[in-house]
C-alpha cells in the first residue's frame, strides 16, 4: 500500500564534481541541482542538443552487462546505480543530475564521493509529503537461468541484505545487511565495484573500461595469470609493475571490508531498485544479486505501484470556494469558449495545479463526436490538461494576459476510461523538472466518477504576446 509520510526533501545547493567515465576512459563534469516536489530523480545529458532528461525509472533500462544502462529517444545514460545508490542512502528525493558525457564519472568505484559531494550540497525540506510504497506480502522474482532471486518481505523501515557466491575460491561467500538507511554513509557507501581476472581481461580485449584504474575497481584473480597477461595489465594500469596479494587481489589496493564485494552489491541493489521510483518500506532480501535480476524487480513493483496508484483516486471538497473562478481564469489564459476547457481552478502552487471541468451535453463537440453516442474528443481532454498546466506556469510572471502558452510536444498519453455528458473532470498537474525560461515540462493526470481518464506527459512553453 502507499503511504505519504514525511516531507520530500532535495538538495539545498547545487555541487559539481569532475572525474572520468569508467568505459569511456573520457572527462566527465556533472552538477546536482536542486529539483521540485515529486521530480525525483532525472539525468540531463548537456552535451547534447537541447539538454534532454531521462527519469531514472525501471522502464528506460536497455542492458545490464556492465552496469544499469538507460535509454530514452535514444539518449542513454550508462552506470546509474552508485549515483542513485547515493541520492537513496541520503535519503534526498528530488534531483536533477547533469552530465556532459553518457555516464558519471566512476570516482573510486563506490559511492562515496558522490555521497560527499551532497552532504557539501546539504538537504532541504518540501512542501509536498514523501509517499512510501509500504509492503504488505512477499513479493519475489526468480531469474531461473542466473538462480538469482530478490524477495520483499514487509518490515517497519526500509532494510536490504544481500547473500553472494559467486562460485570461485578466491571469493567464496559473502554477505551483507543494511538495517536502516542511516546507516548507509558508513556501512555502505565506500564499497568499491569489482571484477573478475576474466572478466577484465574481455572487457580490456573489447576496449572498454578505459576510466579504470586500480583505484576504482577491486580485481580478484580468479586464474593462474601469465606473463603475457600480467604485461597487458600493467599497459592498461599504466604501472610499472604489479602482482597477485595473498588474499587473492591484485596489488596496490587494500580492501576496506574482509565482505566490501557483498556490500557493493548491496549498494547496487540499493541504486537499481531506486528505478521503481517510490521509497520502499520493506526488507530486501537478494540472493546472488546482479543489475539484471535487480532492475527486473524494479520493473515489477514499478507496475504493482503504478497500479495501486491509479486506484488513489484524489479528493477534493467541491463545495468550497475555488482558488479562481472562470473569471479569474480567463483573465490569464488567453483562451475563451468554444475552447476554453476548464471552468475552476482548485488548487495551485508552485509545483502543482489542480482543475476542474463540468462536461455538458452543450459542448460544441458533441454535435459530431458522436451523433447519438457523445463522447469526449481525448485530444480536449489533453487540451484541458495543458490549459490547467498554463495556468501554473502563466502564474510565474506578473503579467500573464500578455503572453500565450503554446504546447511542445506530449507523451506517454494513455486513455482509460470514456468522458460523457455530465462527468465532472478533474486535472492534476504537477512538475517534473522546475520551470525555466518558460518552458514548463509536467506530469497530468484526469479523473472522473472516482477513476483514472487519462494521463500524460506535457511539455509547453509561454511566449510574449507579439
Known sequence: MLEKTVPQTTIAKEVTLKGVGLHTGAEVIMTFYPAAENTGYRFKRADLEGQPIIQAEAQYVINTQRGTNLEKEGVSIQTSEHVLAALVGLQIDNVLIELNAPEPPIMDGSSKFFVEALEKAGRTQLEALREEYVVKEVISFKDEESGSEITLIPADNYQITTMVDFGTKVLGTQNATLDRLEDFK??????????????????????????GDLNNAIVYVDKEISQATMTKLEKAFNKSSLSVKPNGILDNLTLNQPNEAARHKLLDVIGD????????????????????????????????????????IPQ??????????????????????????????IELSDTHVVGMKNVTMNEDFFVGHFPGAPVMPGVLQIEAMAQTGGVLVLST????????????????????????????????????????????HMQAYAYANNKLVAEAELMAQIVKKK
Open 397 to 440: 510572471v506578473p503579467d500573464p494576459e500578455n503572453y500565450l502558452t503554446l504546447f511542445m510536444k506530449m507523451d506517454n498519453v494513455k486513455f482509460k476510461q470514456k468522458v460523457l455528458p455530465g462527468d465532472t473532470l478533474i486535472f492534476h498537474c504537477s512538475l517534473i523538472s522546475p520551470i525555466r525560461r518558460g518552458i514548463c
Open 186 to 211: 558508513s556501512e555502505i557507501s565506500e564499497a568499491r565495484t569489482f571484477s573478475f581476472l576474466h572478466e577484465l581481461e574481455t572487457l580490456l580485449d573489447h576496449g572498454l573500461i578505459k576510466g
Open 316 to 345: 477534493y471538497d467541491l463545495n468550497q470556494p475555488p482558488y479562481m473562478d472562470i473569471h479569474q481564469i480567463m483573465d490569464m489564459l488567453p483562451h475563451r469558449p468554444p475552447f476554453l476547457l476548464i471552468d475552476r481552478i
Open 273 to 312: 531498485l531506486a528505478l521503481a521510483g517510490t521509497r520502499i518500506r520493506g526488507k530486501v532480501i537478494a540472493n546472488k544479486p546482479g543489475h539484471f535480476v535487480n532492475t527486473q524487480f524494479a520493473k515489477k513493483l514499478c507496475a504493482m505501484i503504478k497500479s495501486e496508484r491509479r486506484n488513489q
